[in-house]
């Protein structure tokens, strides 16, 4: 085999190398989020019944980072008419600074996430807080596992809050 031969084969090896498609579900941010906050919405409001006031989630993240634009709009279309979503730069601009007991704006609930790695795998372990106000907040470490069927939550364990 000649050398433009041998040239031609390595280049075509890795086109071939670069094409290769991951075909494992992965847990994506906007996916990942969703979850979370259906999770979230089942774990507060657990009685909630038909003719109840659809609930308000407001979302920060733990450190301060931004959630993308593109991921904002998934969660909102997932939650479509069941949850109201408003997420916000930081955790002040969801408390009502007025409430004796520092509550949530508008009865809401404020979840805080940390951050899904762009290069997550079909499993990602996210730490989440949930706030409504000053006495009642929860900080929860949950596994979200993705498969065929999409985003699930299958492992949760409650945190020691910090007063």
Aim: proline share 5%; hydrophobic share 40%; glycine share 6%.
């Amino acid at each position: 085999m000649g050398r433009v031969a041998k040239a031609c084969l390595a280049v075509l090896l890795a086109v071939l190398a670069g094409c290769h498609h991951d075909t494992e579900p992965r847990v994506k941010a906007g996916s990942g989020y969703s979850t979370v906050v259906a999770w979230a919405v089942n774990h507060q409001f657990p009685n909630r019944g038909e003719g109840s006031p659809t609930p308000l989630v407001f979302i920060t993240t733990t450190d301060g980072s931004a959630i993308s634009a593109t991921t904002q709009a998934k969660v909102i279309r997932d939650a479509d008419d069941q949850v109201k979503v408003n997420f916000v730069d930081k955790r002040e601009d969801a408390i009502d600074t007025q409430d004796p007991v520092d509550a949530v704006k508008d009865d809401g609930l404020l979840l805080t996430v940390g951050p899904i790695p762009s290069d997550a795998r079909n499993s990602v372990e996210l730490e989440v807080a949930l706030y409504t106000n000053y006495i009642d907040h929860s900080a929860w470490k949950l596994l979200l596992v993705a498969d065929d069927n999409g985003v699930k939550v299958t492992q949760e364990e409650e945190q020691k809050v910090q007063p």
